[in-house]
């Protein structure tokens, strides 16, 4: 089992930058990918970033390249999501993820386990 504790949501004006956080416990391993999702009210639960292997592999969905970076301290056990010229189609509760096959997915339904989620809010 894998604990995931995600935070540092806020509520920033568009343009503005906030860091994500994701600490994991129990069963952890630099060879599983964490993903990081993002749901907005009465939508799906998107893909947005993930890292494996230290954070030496990443992948990002298209509308958030070259503004958001994944990164990870595996001293720490944690994973950050670094989300710069935030815009109000980035608002939603964001959530870590984790899962145990060692190969980084876009699709939520392959993570195995899940941070309560944190509420990111961008105001125009």
């Known amino acids: 089992q894998v604990q995931l504790v995600d935070s540092g949501g806020g509520l920033v004006q568009a343009g503005d930058s906030l860091r994500l956080s994701c600490t994991a416990s129990g069963r952890t391993s630099t060879t599983s990918p964490t993903g990081w999702f993002r749901q907005a009210p009465g939508k799906d639960r998107d893909f947005v970033a993930a890292?494996?292997?230290?954070?030496?592999?990443?992948n990002y969905a298209d509308s958030v390249k070259g503004r958001f970076t994944v990164s990870r301290d595996n001293a720490k056990n944690t994973v950050y999501l670094q989300m710069n010229s935030l815009n109000p189609e980035d608002t939603g509760v964001y959530y870590c993820?984790?899962?145990?096959?060692?190969?980084?997915?876009?699709?939520?339904?392959?993570?195995?386990?899940w941070g309560q989620g944190t509420q990111v809010t961008v105001s125009s």
């Open positions: 890292i494996r292997l230290g954070g030496q592999i990443t």
């Open positions: 993820a984790s899962r145990t096959t060692p190969v980084i997915s876009r699709s939520a339904v392959e993570y195995d386990f």
